[in-house]
Structures are given as structure tokens and as C-alpha cells.
């Protein structure tokens, strides 16, 4: 592993058959996440996934590229837009890269991500931290 190496990059479809299954695991119940008439009620474009869906579906290129997920150490980002997710069979396409941005001389690894969708950034530094 060397600082600029790139991660395979990943293409994930949400539908909302994904957010009703997540809404149950995650007992989050927000009507923004499968209402359209509420969502648009107060301002966003559509139903929109939600955030920590989002972020697990950007640690995935992680744990994908990995192998092994006890190799991850931390994982972070902010929610800098919504993924709008359309009421129809093909939902939103979330696309995520990544990079290895830095190595510590103890061995830890920064990856740089980006998480896009609609071809605009959803998440705000996305970086995780995995053992080299």
C-alpha cells in the first residue's frame, strides 16, 4: 500500500424498498425518508436516504477494498447534501472512490473518500482510518 493508491471504485443503487428496510433496523421512522409529499412539505426535492445509509454504503468501498473489516479503525464524514431517492424501479445511484491520502510511520492509513451523487458531493471529508 502506497499513499496514492486508489481504491475500486463503487456504484450502489438506493431504492425505497432500501429505505423502508432500513427505517425498520435503524427505528428511524422520519417521514423524509418515505413520504414524498412530506419531504417536498418541507423543502427537500424528494425522499431522501438517509444519512447514516449513506455513510455505510461509502465504508463498504472501504471494507470492500480491505478484505477485512477489523482493519478499520475510523470512519467519518459530514452530511453535506441529500440523496434524493426517486419513486421508481432503478432509485438513486450513489458512486464512491477512494484513495490512500496518508501512512503513519505506526502502520494506521488515512483513505480519502468521495461520495457522490447526481454527479455532486453528498458527504463532507469522508475518511477512514485502517490498520496498513
Do not use: C
Request: hydrophobic letters at 45%; glycine letters at 10%; aromatic letters at 6%.
Amino acid at each position: 500500500m502506497n499513499v496514492g493508491d486508489e481504491l475500486p471504485s463503487l456504484q450502489v443503487r438506493v431504492t425505497r424498498e432500501q429505505l423502508v428496510r432500513y427505517a425498520g433496523a435503524a427505528l428511524d421512522f422520519n417521514p423524509i425518508h418515505w413520504n414524498e409529499r412530506f419531504a417536498k412539505e418541507v423543502g427537500l426535492p424528494d425522499v431522501i436516504a438517509h444519512g447514516m445509509l449513506t455513510m455505510a454504503l461509502a465504508g463498504r468501498v472501504v471494507t470492500d477494498w480491505l478484505g477485512d473489516p477489523s482493519r478499520l479503525l475510523d470512519f467519518s464524514a459530514r452530511f453535506t447534501r441529500p440523496v434524493a431517492v426517486p419513486d421508481d424501479a432503478e432509485g438513486a445511484l450513489v458512486e464512491m472512490t477512494g484513495k490512500v491520502g496518508a501512512i503513519s510511520e505506526d502502520g494506521v492509513a488515512r483513505l480519502d473518500l468521495v461520495v457522490k451523487f447526481d454527479g455532486k458531493t453528498v458527504l463532507g471529508k469522508p475518511q477512514a482510518l485502517i490498520r496498513a
